[in-house]
């Protein structure tokens, strides 16, 4: 591993060691994380990154773009096929810098988007006070009915009425369930607004095929390319045919500079396996593995956000076990199992302590581990829940955890060996 840095910059090379080390030793279960297949990491990290260019194929502001064009022109092909949109930009940089060149696309200065609350599964770049966005947009927010935890179609085409935004978005970080896209598309059009779709945490179940695609009822659809993706640290952005001029002049010049030509070869790769029967099989499995999780996790006393899943995503109520999202993700870190705190529809706690925890499975599905190994994790959970204090306890859990995930190596024997 970085043979070149080892020798040249020992301090650096040492924390990418500890770091892997870390991720060997420790189950990862935050939702917005995957592991990468290796091309990915060699392709981020290929020649393309003393290439600097701006513009589309055929049309850039640098010389020397011919065989960049190939690149990009491959990768869009890949994007297209795979979820079967009409047009796709695949410069941006992130997830947020998608949603970022969406709004630079269609919305002015002052215009009304109407989005999912923070609090109840939507993101920062939807409209977030702390967000530099809500300065710009009006935002108005749109949640979950109070008992089902399911979105309220009904609120929320009333507010639609109400507010008659020029967009309304829909999909975010925390929300378990299926979107009734089409509800929302329809009321986007009755109203007259866009509609845009964030799937930035479900892009690779979408893309395998496991879950219904938003791409039919969006005007634009925005993602992440790690998370459920499993790609490189970047974005895309999909929409219809219609508003391609638009999007392509809200990415470049609208919202961003050169583009990532090393994240875009990696993209490129994972959309060629994101089409195998491998790919298709690890998501099958996230989905199963997230119901285990869910069930396994209720039965020991944790209330499950909206009663289950239906992705990658389960929310855990902790408030039945006593213990905060802040202590909770502590413990858990302690005995080598990574989750985040989250806030849970209507928590009476603040987003820094939170009555719940957002746990992933897409990091220990892509590692082989199936329904026994996850009703294990929900075992240890449980007694970590119970007993966050207790060293002794903890020391043995610790032990459990480790000698689990041992059996299921990060990446194949050798992989890192120069
Ligand atoms: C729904 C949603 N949109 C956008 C983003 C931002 O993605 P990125 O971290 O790639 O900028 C996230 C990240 O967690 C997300 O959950």
Known sequence: MLKHTRS????????????????????????????????????????????TLEGYPGNRFQAGSHIADKLEILLNERAKAVYGAEHVNLQPYSGSTANYSVYAAILKPGDRVLSMRLDQGGHLTHGSPANFLSKVYQFESYGVHPETEVIDYDALERK?????????ISGGSSYPRLIDYKRIYDIAQSVGAYHMVDMAHIAGLVGAGVIPSPVPYA??????????????????????????????????????????????????????????????????????????LAEALAKHGFRIVSGGTDNHIV???????????????????????????NQIPNDPASPFVTSGVRIGLTSTSQRGLKEPEIRRIARIMSDVADSPDDAA??????????????????????????
């Open 8 to 51: 040249s910059d020992r301090a650096l090379y040492d924390i990418c060691a500890e770091e892997l080390e870390r991720q060997e030793h420790n189950i990862e279960m935050i939702a917005s994380e995957s592991t990468v297949p290796i091309e990915v990491m060699e392709l981020s990290g290929c020649i393309f990154t003393n290439k």
């Open 160 to 168: 639609a009425r109400e507010f008659q935004p020029k967009c309304i």
């Open 219 to 292: 005007d634009f659809v925005s993602s992440s390319t790690t998370k459920t993706f499993c790609g490189p640290r970047s974005g895309m952005v999909l929409c219809k045919a219609e508003h391609a001029k638009k999007l392509d002049k809200g990415v470049f010049p609208g919202a961003l500079g050169s583009m990532h030509l090393t994240t875009m070869a990696a993209k490129a790769w994972s959309l060629k396996y994101m089409q195998s029967e491998a790919f298709r099989t690890i998501m099958a499995q996230v989905l199963v593995n997230a119901r285990t």
């Open 315 to 341: 929310m855990a109520d902790l408030r039945p076990k006593n213990i905060s999202g802040t202590v909770f993700q502590n413990a858990l870190d302690s005995v080598g199992i990574t989750v985040n705190k």
């Open 393 to 418: 306890v903890l020391d043995k859990l610790r032990s459990e955890a480790r000698e689990l995930i041992a059996a299921f190596p990060l990446y194949p024997p050798h992989t890192f060996d120069d």
